[in-house]
């Protein structure tokens, strides 16, 4: 038990620019930029994106967005703060966004993922997701790889 609230925020909120600078810090340093298809902060407030954070004695430890599409609900914007990594945080919110695509019938989710990102690569494997053909408008490109889970 984490002891974490999941809620919906405000992409534009101090804590969630705080892990979306970092998440977007992280990815910068480990792929090239043109094989880095995280959203803006604009994107991210964007209709049909719904976007959560996981806070605990008032800090944000961590967030997730829901971009909704035809057909299907793609995960984004998937961060835990380093130091809280391990507490369970990423499984909380996983599970938050999975009721959430339920909530609104959207039958599929799908996530795109940096090719070296294992233990986000394990983790989504936990909760159920198995590897699937490139989707939308990501190019094809040695540092992705796409998973999917039917709800």
Known sequence: ?????IRRGNPRDPG??????ASHGLMESLFPSDANHY???DGLCQPGVHFFVAERGGRSLGCVALSEHQGY???????????????GIADQLLEHLTLEARARDIPLLR????????????LYARHGFTACDRFGDYPDSEHSIFMEKAL
Do not use: Q, Y
């Open 1 to 5: 038990m984490t002891g974490c609230v």
């Open 73 to 87: 609900g793609e995960i984004k914007s998937m961060f835990v703060s380093p130091d809280a990594r391990g507490m």
């Open 111 to 122: 996530l795109e993922s940096g090719s070296t990102l294992e233990a986000a690569h394990r």
């Open 16 to 21: 969630s620019m705080a892990l979306l600078r």
């Open 39 to 41: 959203l803006s902060v």
